[in-house]
């Protein structure tokens, strides 16, 4: 018998092409993860039309009506509560998360930063990278701790940086593949293939070869 699908909530504030990937993923019924929530900051998020679209219950917790950081966060715990979620993903959640919410979810709770960390922590990673003339870049997903942008690493992808790149034609070279790697890391999570102990992500060998098809700069 198949197991239980694991619970998960993607937590977006804008429009969400990440959640798509992870929406189109979790389609498959053989995919070890269901998306049984979309939950939004910011009411007006084009990914929740996009989500309603594809059958996904949405949600908004707007972080404007909160006096402060953790009753917005205990608010949108209260609803993960009620859609009994397991698991989280932010896909461009543009909210800090207070150590409270991150000790609540600790090793339930993944992001995916457009940067190959622990290089270009922070925003503008593909300006930045540019500016400093490196060759490879890319995608990374990893479990969220306390420290922005840090944590175990699930999931890289690296692209090359081409003569002539801007921050967009960049930048849509690293989307890409975090669109690929975004469903391989949650469904190596929720498949129990991906296990983190001591700080850091040990995937199983069965599962390897597809991680290490990702590392490809000539793919992308
Ligand atoms: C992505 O580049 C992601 O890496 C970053 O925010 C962006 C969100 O894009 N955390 P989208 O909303 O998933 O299209």
Redesign the pocket.
């Known amino acids: 018998m198949m197991r239980e699908r694991l619970r998960t909530a993607i937590l ?1 504030s ?6 798509g990937a992870l929406i189109e993923a979790a389609r498959r019924p053989d995919y070890p993860a269901e998306i049984a929530l979309v939950l939004s900051n910011d009411p007006a998020a084009s ?1 929740l039309e996009a989500a309603k679209a594809a059958g996904i219950a949405v949600a908004a917790v707007d972080h404007r009506i909160h006096a402060h950081r953790e009753d917005f966060e205990r608010s949108m715990d209260r609803l993960l509560e009620i859609h009994r979620i397991q698991f989280l993903c932010l ?2 959640f543009m909210r800090l998360l207070t150590p409270w919410f991150v000790a609540r979810w600790h090793g339930r709770l993944i992001n ?3 940067a190959l960390l622990p290089a270009y922590k922070g925003l503008r990673t593909h300006e930045r990278a540019l500016a400093d003339g490196v060759k490879i870049h890319g ?1 990374t997903v990893h479990y969220v701790v306390p420290a922005v942008d840090d944590g175990p690493i699930v999931a890289q992808a690296a692209v090359p940086v081409l003569d002539g790149d801007t921050p967009q034609t960049l930048g849509r070279r690293v ?1 890409t593949q ?1 669109h690929r790697i975004y469903p391989l890391a949650l469904r190596l999570i929720a498949s129990g293939a991906a296990v983190m102990a001591d700080g850091v992500v040990r995937i199983a060998a069965a599962d390897q070869e597809g991680s290490r098809a990702l590392i490809q700069p000539l793919d992308s």
């Open positions: 977006i804008g429009r969400g092409s990440n959640m990914g896909a461009g995916i930063h457009p995608c989307l975090e």
